[in-house]
């Protein structure tokens, strides 16, 4: 019984899905991962435009306020486990947004992240290799972060 | 010039003067006179605004509105400037909306950030701002928005309130087949935009869109860096082609310092610019057919886009986020590496450009789909001073580049690209022909640098600087560059001893393109939203900066 179920695990880590979600400039870097020349495709991801197929959610890059609650409702439809995935400068202090008036400066406190890809904007490689992070995640039947905390199950959205 | 200069005769004014070669810069004495003096110099035949923006004087206690005229016929362009008291009971003025058609979201923005309040405005509601800025305009010297970031919680509640009150108040206001659908934030082709479109079935009513999802107040952000370090804030307005804003933005310092920077780093700025002009422009066309539903294209644009941001990779050590021009010419000196690179990338685009053409621009099922949809004439083009790719598209000769040409583009052999009809598949055929063009330039440019190299009137490890001192004079300037999405203006202010802006007001294209999509779409059917927002060439980083 126990083998069947990593077995399942093992298949889920090898098509993890994500949103579309775009909320800031590293989009675009996603976009190049997407691409020919880095091809995440080879790895089994794949972007989903519903979050309720869907294994990992980006933060990419900044989160305005205004975008905040559309996050966290994306996040809810998400069937558990749901990871998160934070994208950039931005996502882990507010990054060259850090003196904005409209930049949420702790979005991984409200919605705590698996995996911090580093860079402004993070290198397609990077990206990769941080859902490669979650991969292991799942693989080993880890919780998600923001499961077991976070500001997000305070807040309205 | 003197033509326009006659116009302000009848009208008390503190000063006239020329400003660069084609402006007239005009201060009026009183505000009562604005909308007489908007009046006469629409009936000249300026019919374009290019932005509204309020300059704030704590000290002096005044508001200093600056209104910019453009002619996109004949390029001769009015700076109009008035003072209004600052306290928020006397902080009015009248709304030139009536008049100029483009003016309508500058002055609502004008009004959500500093209070200014636009008498007889058709609609002055808030705009941009997150729920939790309504009334207290953020922007205003003063505010204390470390304070008020203090409650996040609350803020959070705020908007969120804010957004079910709407959702409430519009399950009353409608029954039976008319509803709002919310197309955003979350559309896989929307991006960070909300469009509020009423619909009858499948025909739509009315659209009303929703922007400030991406709203980062760089504005307000650069009024807490340094000269330098608000390139880093700069760039970013749009990731898609980055170098250009740089570009405006060290022209402006420039200006105000009063230095000239080399030929050479000029010619960097030509070369370095019309890469980030390709490398928007691939993703602006694999963007239209994403709209369409077909990804073949996007994926090919972004091959060849790779190639491009392999050049940038090699001069600055970025792909994305260069930082490569900053006040006073570029930032890193030239290696020839970079320029056997950029062969590389021409010579891709050149191996890939008659696929590109035969399969996708004479597509016929694409062809049957766009012609017909997002038509946008002429006369809208100067009313709502559209610019870029599609006001070329609609067959208005407008062209930084060509109109006031800066960097080294006087060098350069180019040609205005337009096409007629205005219609989406136009807007397509442009991007095409710019995408050409700008690998004609960037052969002119990089043959001009080899040249000049080799005989030794470059040197590329020194000329790429100049000293630019980190305390600036007094000053105000105005700095004009052709981005990518169509023409981009900030406009400066400094005071004495500055290290950093006082004022820098953003007017990006795409705020103007997002303005007209009401137009367009009334009537039509839902499933043309995705291809005309597509086929505009929206970035939502720079309709909120």
């Known amino acids: ?157 | 010039m003197e033509n326009i200069k006659e116009l302000f005769e009848p009208f008390n004014t503190q000063y006239m003067e020329l400003y660069k070669e084609n402006w007239l810069k005009v201060k009026l004495e009183s505000s009562s006179d604005l909308l007489d003096v908007a009046r006469v110099i629409k009936n000249y035949g300026i019919r374009s605004i290019a932005t509204v923006s309020p300059t704030d004087f704590i000290e002096d206690n005044i508001f200093e509105m600056n209104y910019f005229f453009e002619d996109l016929n004949t390029y001769k362009n009015v700076w109009l400037k008035v003072d209004i008291p600052r306290e928020f009971s006397e902080c009015k003025i009248d709304s030139i909306t009536p008049l100029f058609a483009g003016a309508n979201w500058h002055e609502r923005e004008a009004h959500s950030m500093y209070g200014v309040h636009f008498i007889n405005h058709p609609d002055l509601s808030w705009f941009i701002i997150s729920a939790d800025y309504y009334g207290k305009f953020p922007f205003r010297k003063g505010f204390d928005w470390k304070a008020h970031e203090q409650n996040l919680i609350e803020n959070m509640n705020t908007i969120v309130d804010d957004l079910y009150d709407e959702h409430n108040a519009n399950d009353e206001k409608f029954d039976g087949s008319k509803t709002i659908l919310n197309w955003g934030p979350t559309h896989p082709a929307s991006g960070p935009i909300r469009l509020k479109v009423e619909v009858d079935g499948e025909e739509i009513l009315a659209i009303e869109p929703d922007i400030g999802y991406v709203w980062r107040a760089l504005e307000h952000l650069v009024e807490e860096k340094d000269f330098l370090g608000s390139i880093v804030a700069l760039e970013r307005i749009c990731f898609m082609d980055n170098t250009n804003s740089m570009i405006c933005y060290a022209q402006a310092v420039e200006e105000i310092a009063g230095k000239e920077i080399t030929d050479f780093a000029k010619m960097m700025r030509v070369l370095l610019g019309e890469i980030g002009r390709i490398v928007s422009h691939l993703m602006g066309i694999g963007g239209f057919f994403n709209t369409m539903g077909l990804m073949t294209l996007f994926m090919w644009a972004i091959d060849l886009r790779e190639y491009f941001l392999d050049v940038l990779e090699n001069y600055s050590g970025a792909r994305v986020a260069t930082a490569s021009i900053e006040p006073g010419g570029v930032r890193y000196p030239l290696n020839m590496k970079t320029l056997e690179l950029l062969d590389v990338a021409i010579e891709e685009y050149e191996r890939t450009k008659d696929d590109f053409y035969n399969i996708f621009l004479k597509n016929p099922l694409m062809k049957s789909r766009a012609t017909k949809v997002g038509i946008i004439t002429k006369d809208e083009v100067h009313d709502f001073s559209l610019c870029g790719i599609v006001a070329r598209a609609s067959g208005v000769k407008t062209d930084i580049r060509l109109d006031e040409p800066y960097a080294a583009y006087d060098k350069i052999d180019m040609d205005y690209m337009i096409e007629e009809n205005g219609a989406a598949k136009n807007r397509l055929d442009v991007l095409f022909k710019e995408i050409a063009q700008s690998i004609s330039i960037l052969k002119q440019a990089s043959s001009d640098l080899r040249d000049g190299i080799k005989s030794q009137i470059y040197n590329p490890q020194k000329d790429h600087l100049v000293k630019i001192p980190k305390k600036l004079p007094a000053g105000e300037a105005i700095s004009r560059v052709e981005w990518s999405r169509g023409e981009l203006m900030m406009h400066l202010v400094t005071q004495e001893k500055a290290t950093s802006p006082y004022r820098l007001k953003i007017k990006a294209p795409s705020f103007n393109h997002t303005m007209i999509l009401e137009h367009l779409l009334k009537g039509q059917t839902l499933s043309d939203i995705p291809l005309v927002f597509g086929s505009l060439y929206i970035c939502q980083g720079d309709l909120d900066r």
């Open chain 1, 1 to 157: 019984m126990l083998k069947i179920l990593d077995f399942f695990d093992y298949a889920k880590s090898q098509s993890a899905w994500m949103v579309h979600f775009c909320s800031g400039c590293c989009s675009l870097e996603m976009a190049a991962a997407m691409g020919p020349r880095y091809d995440w495709e080879r790895y089994g991801y794949l972007v989903t435009p519903t979050p309720r197929q869907a294994d990992v959610i980006f933060i990419t890059g900044l989160v305005s306020k205004k975008i905040l609650p559309a996050l966290l409702r994306t996040y809810a439809q998400m069937p558990e486990p749901s990871y998160v995935a934070a994208m950039g400068a931005c996502a882990y202090d507010g990054g060259p947004y850090n003196d904005s008036v409209a930049v949420i400066k702790n979005v991984t406190e409200i919605l705590p992240a698996d995996v911090f890809i580093a860079g402004c904007p993070p290198v397609p490689e990077a990206i990769i290799t941080g859902l490669d992070e979650i991969k292991g995640k799942i693989e080993r039947g880890e919780p998600s972060a923001a499961s077991h905390g976070g500001l997000w199950k305070q807040m309205k959205f």
